[in-house]
């Protein structure tokens, strides 16, 4: 009975050793794979890790590099030129979605997709969107 009991409990630890390796492992590979919680969504982090894998699996030079700052500044200007034009299209596509999802949704969901909608929100304004 005894026996049972200490397989057991070194079965527990054995256990809770794993999750905590997996948990602390986790914490590394986060840590290791965002840099100081910039989102990797975020314009100047996708610039930086695209620049650094065209640098790597192209070869760039260093004037090859600081000739992509350039071509990359104006795509970003007119791409940022091409949404200002179009946001009344945009706003009226998101806005006809948000309908026709309410029109599904009963008094008790709409609340929260309120609020949904309102943490999205937020969360588009601090990422600059």
């Given at each position: 009975m005894q026996r049972n009991v200490a397989t057991w409990i070194y079965l527990?630890?054995?256990?809770?050793g794993g999750v905590a390796v997996g948990a602390f492992g986790l914490r590394l590979y986060t840590l290791n794979s965002v840099d100081a919680g910039v989102s990797p969504h975020h314009p100047e982090e996708f610039?930086?890790?695209?620049?650094?894998e065209?640098?790597?699996?192209?070869?760039?030079?260093?004037?090859q590099?600081?000739?992509?700052?350039?071509?990359l500044d104006e795509t970003r200007k007119r791409n940022r030129e091409f949404m200002?034009?179009?946001?009344?299209?945009?706003?009226?596509?998101h806005d006809?979605?948000?309908k026709q999802i309410r029109a599904i949704l009963t008094d008790a969901q709409?609340?929260?997709?309120t609020k949904l909608l309102d943490e999205r929100e937020k969360m588009r304004q601090r990422e600059g969107r």
């Open positions: 527990v630890l054995l256990f809770l610039r930086r890790r695209y620049v650094a065209l640098r790597t699996r192209l070869a760039l030079t260093n004037d590099v600081a000739r992509l700052g350039p071509i200002d034009g179009h946001k009344p299209e945009l706003k009226a596509i006809d979605q948000v709409q609340g929260e997709f």
